[in-house]
């Protein structure tokens, strides 16, 4: 009990949750959008793939941020000790496996996406190229992942996503919401991404103006939207989207003020700070609101 526990803990299991939710919203958005034959099987595959997936990143990226943790979370697995760096290794290399062999008796289409994200996991941790490294390299590949990829991914599961526009347009949505956010988590390791070269936004640029340039991230998202409606691209209830759009404006502005009233608190803070927990619970409420405006449409 104890190994699995300590196993649990690497993978973190908190994070598993918005990609898996993002994999099941996606499935109903494409189920919505497309009336296809629903295959609850397919979708529940995808879904702990995805969750599954996200643990190994998570494994092959504290791997690759040794340096890092040892001084920003030396309490972790590895830097505390508790885990070698062998068994961290055997952990990320049945998770990956594992992960792409669930999808890939969906169908090609869903397990070429995992397989694109699954590399660009390997490239924003793994030397030589470690993204993570880069300012906004490393904003960029999570927004992909974690964002747009995400949503096509789930709408695959369900649906082709070669012969539409709308899973493309609607995983830009994510896209745009995590290239800002996601810097919400890099705050409270300035110090340890420092000395590891590891140049995100609150490195180059300090607490203050990197807080203020995320935070469009937390308003045009939800902009995109009615846009979408608009330009006829979104075919989910009208109405029920353009709540979803109001409710999200709303919470985003708040969370705007919440990162910007104090920026000195979210490095102080960390993952303690609102505004990163706000993070995680938009992006959920987002998948989600989303796909009931699809079910109901």
Not at 30 to 46: E, I, N
Not at 167 to 180: A, D, E, K, R, T
Request: net charge positive.
């Amino acid at each position: 009990m104890r190994s699995i526990n300590l196993y649990w803990n690497f993978g973190r299991p908190f994070t598993l949750i918005p990609p898996m939710v993002g994999i099941f919203s996606g499935s109903l958005i494409g189920y919505g959008a497309t009336h296809v034959h629903f295959a609850p099987l397919h979708v529940l595959l995808a879904v702990l793939a995805a969750g599954v997936l996200n643990a190994a990143s998570n494994g092959i990226n504290q791997i690759c941020d040794f340096k890092n943790d040892s001084i920003n979370k030396p309490h972790r697995p590895l830097p505390s000790g508790r885990m070698t760096h062998r068994q961290a290794w055997v952990f990320v290399t049945v998770t990956y496996f594992v992960a792409l062999a669930m999808v890939a008796v969906i169908n090609w289409q869903i397990f070429v996406i995992y397989g694109v994200a699954a590399l660009a996991t390997l490239a924003y941790s793994v030397p030589p190229v470690r993204l993570k490294r880069s300012t906004w390299g490393s904003n960029i590949i999570i927004a992909l992942i974690r964002g747009g990829l995400l949503k096509v991914a789930g709408w695959a599961a369900v649906a082709t996503v070669l012969h539409s526009v709308e899973p493309w347009y609607i995983g830009s949505i994510y896209v745009v919401f995590l290239l800002g956010a996601t810097t919400t988590k890099d705050f409270a390791d300035i110090e340890g991404d420092r000395a590891a070269g590891c140049i995100t936004l609150p490195v180059r640029y300090g607490a203050t103006f990197s807080a203020r340039a995320i935070s469009a991230s937390f308003i045009l998202p939800w902009l995109m939207l009615p846009l979408g409606l608009w330009l006829h691209i979104l075919s989910g209830n009208p109405m029920a989207i353009l709540i979803l759009s109001i409710i999200m404006l709303a919470w985003g502005s708040y969370v705007v003020y919440l990162i910007n009233d104090d920026p000195s608190r979210l490095v102080t803070e960390g993952e303690n700070h609102p505004g990163w927990h706000q993070m995680y619970w938009m992006m959920m409420v987002g998948h989600l609101g989303l796909a009931v405006a699809y079910l109901i449409g």
